[in-house]
């Protein structure tokens, strides 16, 4: 589809505005305890739509930005002008971390999701549930099983999500694969926690 320059500004502003409304809806009731979401320019980067943060900052903290791209094509056409041609549009969200007394942007930790037909609600779902499993939203804490020395136990506050155990010389997990040591085991299972816990979130978030 072709746009013109002011039909592309228009489309852009209105859709990164439904894209912030629709983040907005979705982080309700979600933000870490003491952390809140900004639009204020000076508290995010220029392009950044919304901000998640901390209202004290402290060594480590993580905070997360949200973004949305139109991106395009441009051609002269004699009869028409500087005519747009729409390419990919995408929401993402990036992390910075407060380290040294300054934020940092952690470059590999970036979550992108692809809009698909303009449908901006599903594909915030996407972005926000992914988010969500990730610090400073999503805090697993490992406790040894009360039972079993050789087990250890995956926790989200007093919920239980997997385990890892010991058998011979490997370490076994819910997941089914066994690991020669304890810290892949865990990492494996940490992984299938995040993934079942995004597919709750999404659930969630399309009952909204």
Known sequence: MYLTREQYQQKSRADALHVKALVNEALAGQLPK????TDDASQK???????????RTKEGDVSWQFFH??????????????????????????????????????????????????DYSAAVRELVSKVLVQEPFLVMTWRPCSHDKLKHELFIG?????????VKNVWGTTVG????????AQQEVIEAARFMLCSEHQSRLAAL
């Open 34 to 37: 003491g952390h809140y979401l």
């Open 45 to 55: 980067d220029g392009n950044a739509l919304l901000r998640q943060r901390p209202h």
């Open 69 to 118: 791209s139109l991106n395009y094509l441009t051609e002269m056409r004699p009869d028409a002008g500087e005519r747009y041609l729409l390419t990919q549009n995408r929401i993402w969200a990036s992390t910075m971390k407060y380290q040294g007394g300054v934020w940092i942007c952690v470059p590999d930790q970036r979550i992108e999701v692809r809009v698909i037909g303009d």
């Open 158 to 166: 007093d919920r239980k999500l997997q385990s890892v155990w010991k």
């Open 177 to 184: 694969n066994c690991h020669k040591t304890l810290a892949a």
